[in-house]
């Protein structure tokens, strides 16, 4: 069965402190791992795609990486404005299957 | 930036109703798609539609729902006899043919709440 981890359920930082999300998952054949952002009560918001192992993408002070197992959401210096809830989905078919996320509070 | 519009934004109705949500997707992108987020839950998948027809659904897309495009520009969701656990926010989504680079694009929700 496809199947998303997402960890740490939720993570508080200090403005300027770095730190790394996890998500781990099992798909039989991976056509993509993707990241969203969901700020509360809105769409999640397309941030990136990685299709396969080694790969990495960055935008803004956000990085992702991925492994045969599991991708990285690494996030450098973040701001107040990064609190959000970021979500890992993996494609099966033409479906996401969607983590249940976690959520980030940055205070400054 | 083309975005993915969604009407109303929320919708309260009364339990055994019939609601119909309905969606505009970005005006290129082929495949259309209904997700549903339970309050505190994770996003989950409904129905795939592609050329018309769907593509693929999941074990919550049971026979009290329907999709349907009505014209060229419109994709609706209905939920013929709506029931207190439909009550959640629902996205609809869209993609193009092929590389996924872009991924899929989301709308804003419907927040649908059954009395």
Excluded at chain 1, 33 to 62: C, H, I, M, N, V
Aim: charged share 20%; aromatic share 12%.
């Amino acid at each position: 069965e496809d199947q998303v981890t997402q960890s740490p359920e939720a993570l508080r930082l200090q403005e300027g402190e770095s730190s790394s999300l996890n998500c781990s998952y099992t798909v039989s054949g991976l056509r993509g791992l993707f990241w969203y952002r969901q700020d509360p009560g809105k769409g999640p918001e397309f941030l990136f795609t990685l299709y396969s192992a080694g790969e990495e993408k960055e935008k803004e002070r956000l990085k992702a990486t991925l492994t045969k197992k599991e991708s990285f959401l690494h996030i450098t210096a973040p701001k107040p404005e990064d609190s959000a809830t970021y979500l890992c989905a993996v494609r099966a078919g033409t479906a996401l299957i969607f983590g249940k996320g976690t959520t980030l509070s940055v205070s400054s | 930036e083309p975005e993915v519009t969604q009407t109303p934004s929320h919708q309260v109705t009364q339990m055994g109703q019939e609601v119909i949500l309905r969606c505009v997707p970005i005006s290129n992108h082929l495949y259309f798609y209904w997700y549903r987020q339970i309050l505190g839950q994770k996003v989950e998948f409904l129905v795939s539609f592609y050329n018309n027809e769907i593509s693929e659904k999941s074990e919550i897309f049971d026979d009290q729902f329907s999709v349907e495009r009505p014209d060229g520009s419109n994709f609706t969701l209905k939920i013929r006899s709506t029931k207190l656990e439909d009550s959640a926010m629902y996205f609809c989504a869209s993609s193009p043919q092929g590389e996924l680079g872009y991924g899929y694009t989301f709308g804003s929700g419907t927040r649908l709440t059954v009395v």
